[in-house]
């Protein structure tokens, strides 16, 4: 049997130096050629939604936020639009304006993180440390802006927390003006520079009918042809009152999903622009109920990464009652083994990338078989458990003294 016939398995992960998060990706190759792969999630479970059930509507709002870090605006806009629909409350225009404007901020933030983990993927580091030097800027700015530069905690129940002062506006344009001259050279580079556009192009290839049969969202899809955009298709907050185009291509492959995001960026400046032009003035929130009536509600958000859904379930108390959190991750993985059949094993790290993953957001549930039924677990008996388990494998955290603990 010669080397291209025989089957080869490779684990990557859950632990690895190639992946920033732990999930595990079981590949057979044959020679250096990806012959299928097998995944496997649910090494970030953190009991979110479970959390969200034991605690007030208010409380939820800031647990949310830390689904994930980069979008935290993203979930916390999307539970609380969900909330604000049981609730029968109307946003006030200068609250929508201003939830739109942190969202597409959030997306500036976002696509240029991306953009510099897809340039470290490949060996291209320079487009790392130019493409998150620019990435500060946004952040200094959602840090004057919100008072913090991750899990910004804007949002409240009937609109946010905080007014944009008409004398920050200059200072949001520079930002947005500076950002795109660099956003324009990098779509300059990305379609002149040879090194990049072979090392891309043909790498992760996706159909549009794959794409559609699998149920992509957000940058994967629309870079296989898929012309779907929530905030378009569907929209909330400000997007009915500015223009704005879906950016979508048509090379269905990794150079396609960095054309779309580059392209996303230079409309996200556009949008900002006519939002800051057109904001209304008047109140940023209005008074809200602590109990939310009985009800339920389905909420779909544009993240950065695709569409964001949540849906949560009232029952006339301070607490839902069902939280559920379907993140825009979940949704692209399944289109990942596609993307690497018959590829090289050299293009799995920039293939899983292109996704831009986040498999903290994606992971939810476990379910525990103790001999008898399936069983729901609580928060704190979540928390024992861990304890437990650890325990009885010869670690016992409360033997462990850190410096300084016993101080007041």
């Known amino acids: 049997m010669s080397d291209m016939d025989r089957v080869v398995t490779v684990p990557i992960g859950p632990q690895h130096p190639a992946l920033k998060e732990p999930e595990s990706f079981m590949v057979d190759l044959r020679g ?45 806009t999307a539970f609380i639009q969900a909330v604000e629909e049981i609730a029968g409350i109307e946003l006030p225009r200068r609250a929508a304006y201003i939830r739109t404007l942190i ?15 897809a340039g470290h993927e490949i060996g291209f580091d320079t487009l790392l440390m130019y493409t998150w030097r620019d990435r500060e800027q946004v952040m200094i700015l959602l840090a004057r802006l919100t008072g913090n530069r991750v899990n910004y905690g804007m949002n409240t129940v009937g609109g946010v927390r905080r007014d944009i002062p008409k004398e920050m506006y200059p200072e949001i344009l520079k930002v947005v003006d500076s950002l795109e001259e660099r956003t324009k050279y990098y779509i300059d580079m990305a379609t002149r520079e040879q090194t990049l556009i072979q090392r891309l192009s043909g790498v992760g290839k996706l159909s549009k009918e794959d794409a559609l049969r699998l149920g992509t969202v957000g940058p994967t899809a629309r870079a296989s042809g898929v012309d779907r955009d929530t905030r378009r298709d569907d929209p909330y907050a400000a997007y009915s009152e500015v223009s704005f185009k879906v950016v979508t291509d048509d090379h269905c492959d990794v150079y396609g999903r960095t054309v ?70 979940l949704a692209n993985t399944q289109s990942v083994s596609k993307m690497l059949e018959d590829g090289y094993l050299a293009d799995l790290p920039i293939v899983i990338a292109a996704i831009d993953p986040c498999f903290s957001c994606t992971d939810r549930m476990v379910r525990l078989n103790d001999g008898g039924d399936g069983r729901t677990l609580g928060w704190e008996e979540v928390s024992r458990y861990g304890v437990q388990w650890h325990k009885a494998r010869g670690l016992d955290l409360s033997t462990i003294r850190i410096p300084g603990g016993d101080r007041a």
């Open 32 to 76: 250096e050629k990806i012959d299928a792969v097998r995944m496997r999630f649910g090494y970030n479970h953190r009991g979110i939604e479970k959390g969200c059930e034991q605690r007030s509507y208010t409380q939820d709002l800031y647990l949310v936020e830390r689904v994930c870090g980069i979008c935290s605006f993203s979930h916390s």
């Open 103 to 117: 969202a597409e901020l959030e997306r500036i933030h976002s696509h240029l993180l991306w953009l510099g983990v």
């Open 260 to 329: 779309v995001r580059l392209g996303e960026l230079m409309e996200t400046y556009s949008i900002i622009r006519q939002l800051l032009a057109k904001i209304p003035d008047g109140p940023v929130a209005v008074k809200a109920p602590r109990r939310i009536p009985e009800g339920e509600a389905v909420s779909r958000y544009e993240a950065p990464r695709g569409e964001d859904v949540h849906y949560v379930r009232g029952n006339g108390t301070e607490k839902p009652e069902r939280v559920k959190v379907r993140a825009p991750t």
